[in-house]
């Protein structure tokens, strides 16, 4: 068997998410029913990816794994012929995948993934963008798919001062979804507000990981802090509370983007998975 890593991006408008879902349009589907048919497979592909993504979310930066027969590969019939090695093979599978799926989803990269290597468990981190426009004619309507509307103006000074109040790792159980089994402590690494040169308030949000619904809810607080219709330390508040609040409203989808995964040295990957399989305490 041998372990690939796909490096992908995603336009989540018109997906219902990520995870596949039976009789729905998902990213996962698409490129599984894509891989089984390029490589003609006896069974479905599997994919495991870095970071599940809702409805309506994009990413720029995603990865993700799947474990296939070395012979799954000489179904390729690359510019080489029958003579050519693994890394013709793999880039004339990405070339196949450009032709196969909707251009609403790419596959930039197919590599031979490292020993040790598992997409989500082997992941440093995770970085976020979410892009606000709160300009009082609207967002400009070549972006709208990925910037959402704000319609109060939003202090970008009170927004930082309140998101800094979040950092560091915490149990995030006020901003996040319950999941049965599942731990909601993360360790939030950045979060900070800056208004870029087309005026659009840009997110940057960094964590070892998230739980869901996680950085839309953070962003929703923030705002309500920057907009005035909370103080800069409800958020913080919140957080110290560690009960989901009604008052946290969760932010659109369509603003949010998956810009980055990082990894550790080749070396390292192995603990960084037996580590992150861990359930975490305080």
């Known amino acids: 068997m041998v372990r690939l890593r796909l490096d992908l991006g995603y336009d989540g408008t018109d997906f219902s998410g990520?995870?596949?879902?039976?009789?729905?349009?998902?990213?996962?589907?698409?490129?599984?029913?894509?891989?089984?048919?390029?490589?003609?497979?006896?069974?479905?592909?599997?994919?495991?990816?870095a970071g599940r993504t809702d409805a309506g979310v994009h990413a720029r930066g995603q990865v993700a794994?799947?474990?296939?027969?070395?012979?799954?590969?000489?179904?390729l019939d690359p510019r080489g012929g029958a003579a050519a090695g693994r890394a013709e093979r793999l880039a004339a599978l990405v070339r196949r995948l450009a032709g196969v799926l909707a251009a609403d989803v790419r596959i930039f990269r197919?590599?031979?993934?490292?020993?040790?290597?598992?997409?989500?468990?082997?992941?440093?981190?995770?970085?976020?963008?979410?892009?606000?426009?709160?300009?009082?004619?609207?967002?400009?309507?070549?972006?709208?798919?990925?910037?959402?509307?704000?319609?109060?103006?939003?202090?970008?000074?009170?927004?930082?001062?309140?998101a800094v109040r979040l950092l560091g790792e915490h149990d995030f159980a006020a901003f996040c979804k319950k999941r049965?089994?599942?731990?909601?402590?993360?360790?939030?690494?950045?979060?900070?507000?800056?208004?870029?040169?087309?005026?659009?308030?840009?997110?940057?949000v960094v964590a070892d990981a998230?739980?869901?619904?996680?950085?839309?809810?953070?962003?929703?607080?923030?705002?309500?802090?920057?907009?005035g219709?909370?103080?800069?330390?409800?958020?913080?508040?919140?957080?110290?509370?560690?009960?989901?609040?009604?008052?946290?409203?969760?932010a659109p989808a369509h603003g949010l983007c998956l810009e980055e995964v990082t990894y550790p040295a080749p070396d390292e990957l192995a603990t960084r998975a037996a580590t992150t399989r861990r359930v975490r305490t305080l």
């Open 18 to 49: 990520w995870a596949r879902q039976p009789g729905r349009r998902t990213v996962q589907g698409e490129i599984e029913e894509a891989l089984t048919r390029i490589l003609r497979l006896p069974e479905p592909a599997s994919l495991t990816v």
């Open 65 to 75: 794994h799947v474990d296939l027969d070395e012979e799954s590969l000489g179904q």
């Open 110 to 162: 197919v590599s031979v993934a490292p020993e040790g290597f598992d997409a989500r468990f082997s992941a440093m981190s995770r970085r976020y963008a979410y892009r606000v426009c709160d300009a009082p004619g609207g967002v400009d309507p070549l972006v709208r798919r990925e910037v959402v509307w704000h319609a109060r103006a939003l202090d970008v000074e009170a927004m930082n001062a309140a």
């Open 180 to 204: 049965e089994g599942a731990t909601t402590i993360r360790e939030l690494q950045r979060l900070e507000w800056v208004r870029d040169g087309r005026g659009l308030l840009v997110a940057t």
């Open 210 to 227: 998230f739980c869901h619904s996680m950085v839309r809810a953070l962003v929703g607080s923030l705002m309500a802090a920057g907009d």
């Open 229 to 250: 219709r909370r103080g800069v330390e409800w958020p913080g508040e919140v957080l110290a509370a560690a009960v989901r609040d009604s008052g946290v409203h969760v």
